[in-house]
């Protein structure tokens, strides 16, 4: 499945891309430059993940790359799901097993192969992606979820190369954001929880039931086991019932 973009578009998703040894984390390395900007790493030595914690980010053993663009005046709440459909296109030019679990992760044959963290400035959104590309089975044991690489899976990549098409990627999916042109119907059909029994766990409770879909603000919309409706927001965690 190869990701086509308009004709039109092509010139405006011009990018630098700087590839580094090592840094602290990629987003904030970008929060020091200009934007329309990315940068990719061998190594970070503090990875960050969502809601705090820390991302597994050894030397060679994954992408990890940010890519920083103009802050959006509206539709913030949709970027991680806007992200998240361009990173898993790109991906699917090499297996159509990868989807999206809501809001920012990356699966592959059922197993957590990246992530995504977006962050904002005054006046830029930061797009970090991490993806999984050459760890070891026995290098991802002990994680809070059931992880996977690409290598394990039977995908080889060329970083550099998958690199450069997720960053116009996100840059080309970020335009139709600000334009109010991307569907959430886009991020549903590769989102594999969707229909599916669920149990959301939120800072105070637990709670399960069917996810039934995604809002226009991006939230995840479940009808619990008693058949309340309720909008749950990025900061839960999601799982399979």
Same mark, same amino acid.
């Given at each position: ?7 039109? +578009?092509?010139?405006?998703? @011009? ?6 040894? !090592? ?31 820390? +991302?597994?980010?050894?030397?060679? !053993? ?17 970027? @991680? ?20 679990? +809501? ?34 089975? #026995? ?16 995908? *080889?990549?060329?970083? @550099? ?6 960053? #116009? ?9 600000? *334009? ?9 059909? #590769? ?45 839960? @965690?999601? *799982?399979?019932?």
């Amino acid at each position: 499945m190869e990701l086509k973009f308009p004709k039109k +578009w092509r010139e405006s998703l @011009s990018l630098k891309i700087r590839f580094l040894k !090592k840094v602290d984390s990629t987003n904030d390395y970008l929060k020091l430059y200009e934007t329309n900007f990315a940068v990719v790493a061998d190594f970070q030595e503090k990875g960050k993940g969502r809601n705090g914690r820390t +991302w597994k980010s050894e030397e060679g !053993k994954g992408l990890y790359m940010s890519v920083s663009l103009p802050k959006p005046k509206k539709f913030l709440t949709l970027a @991680s799901l806007c992200c998240g459909v361009a990173v898993v296109k790109v991906l699917k030019k090499y297996s159509n097993e990868f989807t999206l679990k +809501w809001p920012n992760d990356i699966y592959l044959n059922g197993k957590k192969a990246g992530g995504i963290l977006v962050e904002t400035t005054k006046n830029k959104i930061i797009y970090g992606i991490g993806i999984n590309l050459y760890y070891k089975r #026995h290098e991802l044991q002990n994680l809070e979820h059931q992880a996977t690489s690409l290598i394990e899976e039977g995908i *080889r990549t060329n970083r @550099s190369i998958l690199a450069m098409e997720i960053a #116009h990627a996100v840059k080309f999916y970020h335009q139709k954001l600000e *334009r109010g042109e991307f569907q959430i119907g886009e991020f549903e059909k #590769h989102c594999f929880i969707i229909g599916r029994k669920i149990k959301v766990i939120k800072r105070n409770c637990t709670i399960e039931g069917k996810a039934l879909g995604v809002d226009a603000e991006g939230f995840l919309v479940v009808e619990t086991s008693n058949g309340k409706i309720e909008r749950i927001f990025t900061d839960a @965690s999601v *799982r399979l019932a």
